[in-house]
């Protein structure tokens, strides 16, 4: 491995997809499957990876919009740059866009390919670590032929392969390579693979995966289709988490409940803005994808957090799950106190959450009970809260 070990993936997207036919339905990588873009399924596929750093999508100057919904879920963690007219090209593009701070190695996947898993991802990284290219590939089963003006020539299959993608590459090789095929002209590399073999890189094959497949036909966008409905249906991977947070009153003038200020006689003491109901969905959220909790990532000892909006926590939390696949489902908080009353504040504190969460009302449970003035809630010393969430991971459960 080079100095740099940051592992950073550059997706190309930038193409118009003409083969995909129906272009009023617009470029193939924003087309719907599964219920969700293209892109956004392969997006997933590396952002969800222990081992990926920054994720560059070069796409087309008519996309921004496009690709700003589609990767919505992993903003800040994934950046754009516009490609170019060929796919070399577009990747050369966002090879540049990273030298501003290079990473050891770099894949380089296409867009169009939503289903790389991690087992593949690890075949590439592990083969690309060893200082070569690593291509992922399949053997060529079908008996080929070559359509000769004098007529059909079969050409020996043996030792031919499919190439597939996510390549890896060392980053300063590689876009060495690509610099050089640009300075010479040369604009017909139809991968990257290609490009490190005529610049004389080494490249090793490793095993592809047959799942991998291209969607460039209109049949490869149905199948891609039909094989996430078929996953999701037979045995949805719905997960439950739970919370419980408490705090106690001390001097003030109004406390923080589910994201909404209520005047009262007291104030709930703690490092943030002490919303108990938000610590406590927080919670839930992380415990859907065995994240921790939530002084895992936001440490009560971290001066930053001092009388920070609570929202901040659950928005992460929720950034978390969908970086995972994760869809919520639903959301239900109990706040138990003996005053104030949440009753009239429960709508907005439910259009508080939905915009927190992304999903809609009708998902949100916000309820409230007295503790019939028993224990320390009963002698309003505190407030307590309990909170569950659903989340709908990606694939089926497994077995
Ligand atoms: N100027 C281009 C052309 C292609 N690509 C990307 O390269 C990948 C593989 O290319 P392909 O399947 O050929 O996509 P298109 O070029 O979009 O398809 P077509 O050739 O049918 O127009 C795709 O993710 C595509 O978006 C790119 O980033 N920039
Ligand atoms: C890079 C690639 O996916 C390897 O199979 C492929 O070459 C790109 O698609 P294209 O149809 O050749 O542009």
């Keep these: 491995m080079t100095e740099?070990?940051?592992?950073?993936?550059?997706?190309?997207?930038?193409?118009?997809?003409?083969?995909a036919g129906s272009p009023e339905a617009g470029p193939k990588q924003y087309r719907t499957i599964g219920g969700e873009p293209v892109i956004r399924h392969t997006i997933r596929r590396f952002a969800g990876h222990p081992s990926i750093g920054r994720i560059i999508v070069a796409i087309h100057g008519d996309d921004i919009g496009l690709f700003e919904d589609a990767a919505a879920e992993h903003r800040g963690r994934v950046s754009a740059v516009i490609g170019g007219a060929s796919?070399?090209?577009?990747?050369?593009?966002?090879?540049?866009?990273?030298?501003?701070d290079p990473p050891g190695l770099v894949l380089i996947h296409d867009a169009v390919r939503p289903f790389a898993d991690g087992e593949l991802i690890d075949r590439v990284v592990r083969a690309a670590s060893e200082g070569q290219g690593a291509l992922p590939a399949l053997a060529v089963t079908d008996t080929l032929k070559?359509?000769?003006?004098?007529?059909?020539v079969t050409?020996?299959?043996?030792?031919?392969?499919?190439?597939?993608?996510?390549?890896?590459?060392?980053?300063?090789?590689?876009?060495?390579?690509?610099?050089?095929?640009?300075?010479?002209?040369?604009?017909?590399?139809?991968d990257d693979a290609s490009i490190a073999e005529w610049a004389g890189l080494p490249v090793r094959l490793v095993l592809g995966s047959p799942d991998n497949f291209k969607l460039t036909y209109p049949?490869?966008?149905?199948?891609?289709?039909?094989?996430?409905?078929?996953?999701?249906?037979?045995?949805?991977?719905?997960?439950?988490?739970?919370?419980?947070?408490?705090?106690?009153?001390?001097?003030?003038?109004?406390?923080?409940?589910?994201?909404?200020?209520?005047?009262?006689?007291?104030?709930?003491?703690?490092?943030s803005d002490a919303d108990v109901g938000l610590h406590a969905l927080t919670d839930a959220l992380l415990a859907t994808c065995g994240a921790g909790d939530i002084g895992t990532h936001f440490p009560p000892s971290d001066p930053q957090w001092r009388g920070a909006a609570s929202r901040i926590f659950v928005e992460h939390?929720?950034?978390?799950?969908?970086?995972?696949?994760?869809?919520?489902?639903?959301?239900?908080?109990?706040?138990?106190?003996?005053?104030?009353?949440?009753?009239?504040?429960?709508?907005?504190?439910?259009a508080e959450l939905s915009s927190m969460l992304g999903i809609s009302a009708d998902r949100i449970s916000i309820k409230a009970t007295t503790n019939e003035?028993?224990?320390?809630?009963?002698?309003?010393?505190?407030?307590?809260?309990?909170?569950t969430a659903s989340v709908v991971y990606p694939g089926s459960l497994p077995e």
């Design 4 to 19: 740099n070990s940051e592992i950073a993936v550059v997706i190309v997207a930038a193409g118009r997809g003409e083969r």
């Design 87 to 100: 796919r070399q090209e577009s990747t050369l593009l966002a090879l540049r866009k990273l030298s501003a």
């Design 373 to 387: 003035r028993l224990g320390f809630i009963g002698r309003e010393e505190g407030i307590a809260a309990i909170a």
């Design 317 to 350: 939390a929720a950034s978390i799950v969908r970086a995972r696949g994760g869809r919520i489902a639903n959301a239900d908080i109990t706040l138990i106190c003996e005053a104030p009353r949440v009753g009239p504040h429960r709508a907005a504190m439910t």
């Design 219 to 271: 049949r490869d966008l149905a199948m891609a289709d039909e094989k996430l409905n078929r996953d999701r249906l037979a045995f949805p991977d719905v997960r439950t988490g739970n919370g419980y947070d408490v705090h106690a009153f001390e001097p003030g003038d109004a406390v923080f409940l589910c994201g909404v200020r209520i005047a009262h006689d007291r104030r709930l003491s703690g490092h």
């Design 146 to 152: 070559k359509d000769m003006v004098e007529g059909l």
């Design 155 to 190: 050409v020996d299959r043996n030792g031919l392969h499919a190439a597939q993608t996510p390549q890896g590459f060392p980053f300063a090789q590689i876009l060495a390579a690509h610099e050089a095929a640009h300075r010479s002209g040369r604009t017909d590399f139809t």
